[in-house]
């Protein structure tokens, strides 16, 4: 019975890692598009590069971060409602 719940305990975990690991992707891909999209308006616009480009830079990617991890946690405390084939 231990062992059984060993196994569902890895299970859940390696699930948990996967599904951050893609929300992470996903939010990063979504950083470098707002990354391109500054880049762009500054050199074909009349947009000055400032500070404020690079603390949106920053809180973009903060928020990449916090959303994997806020993914990996949710999947462990939280069960999806289909079983988990391992």
């Keep these: 019975m231990a062992e059984h719940a060993s196994e569902e305990t890895v299970a859940v975990r390696a699930d948990a890692t996967e599904r951050s690991l893609r929300s992470f992707v996903q939010g990063f891909l979504l950083d470098i598009v707002v990354a391109v999209t500054l ?20 809180l973009t990617l903060a928020k990449s971060v916090l959303q994997a991890a806020v993914s990996y946690v949710m999947r462990v405390v939280v069960a999806p409602r289909r079983s988990i084939t391992a």
């Design 39 to 58: 880049v762009l308006a500054t050199t074909f616009g009349a947009i000055e590069w400032t500070p404020l480009y690079w603390k949106a830079l920053g």
